[in-house]
């Protein structure tokens, strides 16, 4: 996950959000639709997760809402720090922070990634059903350059289980507990009302739940 930071006004931490299970959204080759999961939610979804990286000494709750097709995402971090919001049609990345009460956007010109969006850079392996949050859904081992992992992706695209190492070489888990589907309004995808953007000079990945680096010089601009 990428991170927010600091500011003029004095914006200081970052989003805790783990970047667990991240797989690229370009796709590299071509599978048949038998041989893989669906790769985006097929209905707009709301759905709560216990995120858990290796070594953590307990799962964190994160909240996130996905649109058909998997064209918006967003990703609150536990205890309500922030926010991230991404346009996958646009490639536009944005960060809220709502103890300080500001956002800040830019292109992610190399694409996007995130832990709960699949792509055909992998290669995949049926292995059964099963049952997570009430929901049905089917195991699929995942095979990346970087190791392995086991998702149960649901018939229309969410994924409510995912367990092992993701595309950046990252060990852990995430399990939904809670699915909810209806239509999302357009304000999910925003930054809250009265927020104020903040340029930014430069932003800091991290992959800990709660970590991140702070980074001071940018300036604070009225206005979405």
């Given at each position: 996950?990428?991170?927010?930071?600091?500011?003029?006004?004095?914006?200081?931490?970052?989003?805790?959000?783990?970047?667990?299970?991240?797989?690229?959204?370009?796709?590299?080759?071509?599978?048949?639709?038998?041989?893989?999961?669906?790769?985006?939610?097929?209905?707009?979804?709301?759905?709560?997760?216990?995120?858990?990286?290796?070594?953590?000494?307990?799962?964190?709750?994160?909240?996130?809402?996905?649109?058909?097709?998997?064209?918006?995402?967003?990703?609150?971090?536990?205890?309500?720090?922030?926010?991230?919001?991404?346009n996958r049609t646009t490639r536009q990345v944005t960060i809220v922070l709502n103890k300080q009460k500001v956002y800040t956007q830019f292109d992610a010109h190399n694409g996007i990634r995130n832990p709960f969006l699949?792509?055909?850079?992998?290669?995949?392996?049926?292995?059964?059903?099963?049952?997570?949050?009430?929901?049905?859904?089917?195991?699929?081992?995942?095979?990346?350059?970087?190791?392995?992992?086991?998702?149960?992706?649901?018939?229309?695209?969410?994924?409510?289980?995912?367990?092992?190492?993701?595309?950046?070489?990252?060990?852990?888990?995430?399990?939904?507990?809670?699915?909810?589907?209806?239509?999302?309004?357009?304000?999910?995808?925003?930054?809250?009302?009265?927020?104020?953007?903040?340029?930014?000079?430069?932003?800091?990945?991290?992959?800990?739940?709660?970590?991140?680096?702070?980074?001071?010089?940018?300036?604070?601009?009225?206005?979405?």
């Amino acid at each position: 996950m990428i991170h927010p930071t600091g500011a003029r006004a004095g914006l200081a931490g970052a989003l805790a959000v783990s970047l667990m299970t991240a797989i690229a959204v370009q796709p590299a080759r071509a599978q048949s639709d038998a041989d893989h999961p669906p790769l985006a939610p097929a209905r707009d979804v709301q759905v709560q997760y216990a995120v858990q990286p290796d070594g953590a000494p307990a799962p964190k709750t994160i909240e996130a809402w996905f649109t058909a097709n998997g064209g918006m995402m967003r990703i609150d971090s536990p205890e309500a720090m922030g926010s991230t919001i991404l346009n996958r049609t646009t490639r536009q990345v944005t960060i809220v922070l709502n103890k300080q009460k500001v956002y800040t956007q830019f292109d992610a010109h190399n694409g996007i990634r995130n832990p709960f969006l699949l792509d055909l850079s992998m290669q995949f392996t049926r292995k059964g059903k099963a049952q997570v949050a009430g929901v049905s859904c089917t195991e699929w081992g995942v095979v990346s350059g970087r190791g392995t992992a086991t998702a149960c992706v649901t018939d229309d695209g969410v994924i409510l289980r995912e367990d092992g190492v993701d595309g950046d070489g990252m060990k852990g888990r995430l399990e939904a507990t809670r699915v909810t589907y209806g239509p999302l309004p357009a304000s999910t995808f925003q930054p809250p009302e009265g927020y104020q953007m903040v340029t930014r000079h430069r932003v800091a990945p991290s992959h800990a739940v709660g970590s991140g680096q702070p980074v001071t010089g940018g300036v604070a601009q009225s206005g979405q």
